[in-house]
């Protein structure tokens, strides 16, 4: 009897409280993503997955590891506020791409990209669009439960907007190839616009995404047109913060541009067409730019040199976007628009170059500084996730990436980080 008591004593044992990690990272310089100057020769105290605090000098305390960064640059783990894990890629044929990969087999090609994006330093990332709610869902639940390795996700789902516009992927083709999936992603009026937005908050979205203006890479449209009205953006925008979620607006021309911010959109997402009286608007209603160079980079590239690749119209649009995005970046920027930094990099082809994005915001006349803070402390307000990421301070998730070099002087050591932690854990340590 008391052999049985004792037996069910250890089965049924309720645990003891876990003994807690302790951790101090010595950092030569840190820039902790407030926009503050950095602090040389510091200690990050980390117990578990949070900071604990920040002190001068490099300490030690019995029972905690050291790592040692005393000649590194230690900054926030970055985030990339629009990327598209689940999407196809952009330099070949996307019709092929479209009808000839599902859902499935769009999520198991994200796997090695969610790996290789935090590898980059990105610890956090914003999916701005893919074509299944639940697929970016299953995602991202797998990386905070540890199956895969990956960023901290928040996901929109399938960008939303009318018939005929850039969420609408059947535009162009033979109605029978259209995937089943496709249709989900229309809204026409009010009150569909209402409903969808309800069901992907059913689906797990944390935020959504619209389209208020054609597309560059979509068949048959203006990117510098409205198509959506101001009942159906005013519902959704109406909606999803009632729901508790942020709106994301995909626009390019200088209309759908104010358009969006006046009806309380919470970011633009391109703003291309934009002028001085745009950003003005931008800045009075505190709506966020993320302007996306590094897609449209790429992309004027290939238009360039294949243009062949690309459907018709495409290559035009994308030479008359690409230049105008970056110079009106640096007008936003002077004049005062708050800045988050997003890729918009695409599922397939993204291996990890996330960071490039930074470097071409400098060439647009942004000071490094102000890069680092859109890609951090900008970027974690925009996500309504500040107290947990984008800044290095107490009760933040210990999500720290490290460079060498000072990437004030040289913002492209951010493309080479050879060291990166989330939550507390090592995942990548790649240091002289």
Partial sequence: MWALVAVAAVLFAVPGPAVAKDLIVHAGRLIDGTGAPPRADVSIEIRDDRILRIVPGFITRDGAEVIDLSRRTVLPGLIDMHVHMLMGHFGGDQVRELVSNGVYDRLLRAVPQARATLLAGYTSVRD???????????????????????????????????????????????????????????????????????????????????????????????????????????????????????????????DAIERASRLGVDSIEHGS??????????????????????????????????????????????????????????????????????????????????????????????????????????????????ADVGRVAPGRYADLIAVDGDPLVDIRVVERVGFVMKGGVIVKRQLD
Avoid: C
Wanted: hydrophobic share 45%; net charge negative; no cysteine.
């Fill in 273 to 386: 067409y934009g002028d001085e009286a745009t950003y003005a608007l931008l800045r009075k209603n505190g709506t966020v730019l993320v302007p996306t160079l590094l897609v449209v980079h790429r992309l004027t590239e290939t238009a360039r040199k294949t243009p062949e690749v690309f459907g018709p119209t495409m290559a035009e649009k994308m030479l008359e976007v690409g230049p105008l995005m970056a110079r009106n970046l640096g007008a936003a920027y002077r004049a005062g628009v708050r800045i988050a930094a997003g890729s918009d990099i695409f599922g397939f082809d993204g291996d990890g170059q996330n960071g490039v994005e930074l470097g071409l915001m400098v060439d647009a006349g942004v000071p490094p500084m102000a890069v680092i803070q859109a890609a951090t402390g900008n970027a974690a307000d925009l996500l309504g996730a500040a």
């Fill in 128 to 254: 701005v669009g893919s074509i299944d709610a639940p697929m970016a869902v299953a995602l991202k639940r797998a990386i905070a439960e540890g199956r895969i390795e990956g960023p901290r996700m928040w996901v929109s789902g399938p960008s939303l907007g009318p018939t005929a516009g850039p969420s609408d992927l059947s535009t162009g083709l033979d109605p029978d190839l259209a995937h089943q999936h496709w249709p989900g992603l229309l809204i026409d009026g009010a009150d569909a616009a209402r409903h969808r937005v309800r069901l992907l908050k059913r689906q797990g979205a944390d935020l959504i995404k619209i389209y208020v203006s054609g597309g560059v890479l979509s068949v048959g449209d203006n990117p510098k047109a409205t198509i959506m009205t101001d009942d159906e953006i005013r519902a959704v925008v109406e909606t999803a913060h009632t729901l508790g979620m942020r709106v994301a607006a995909h626009a390019h021309g200088k």
